[in-house]
């Protein structure tokens, strides 16, 4: 079974073109995005936000 739905891969593909045209930019700082790996990662959590089915980030998860 596919970890990532179809939404999920052209949001990500969508913010890998922004990054070599020079236009992604990160948050708070707005500066320009120059690593693909955080490129993937701002196309992934874009994906998350809109609903795509993507598998919930490793890192700490929140307590209820």
């Known amino acids: 079974m596919a970890r990532y739905g179809k939404k999920a891969q ?16 990160s948050g708070r700082s707005g ?10 990662a701002i196309g992934l959590s874009e994906a998350r936000r809109s609903g795509a089915k993507v598998p919930p980030k490793k890192g700490g998860r929140k307590k209820k």
Request: charged fraction near 40%; charge should be positive; proline fraction near 0%.
């Open 31 to 40: 500066r320009t995005v120059k690593s693909r790996k955080q490129a993937i």
């Open 10 to 25: 052209s949001k990500v593909k969508r913010a890998m073109h922004e990054r070599k045209s020079g236009t992604l930019r």
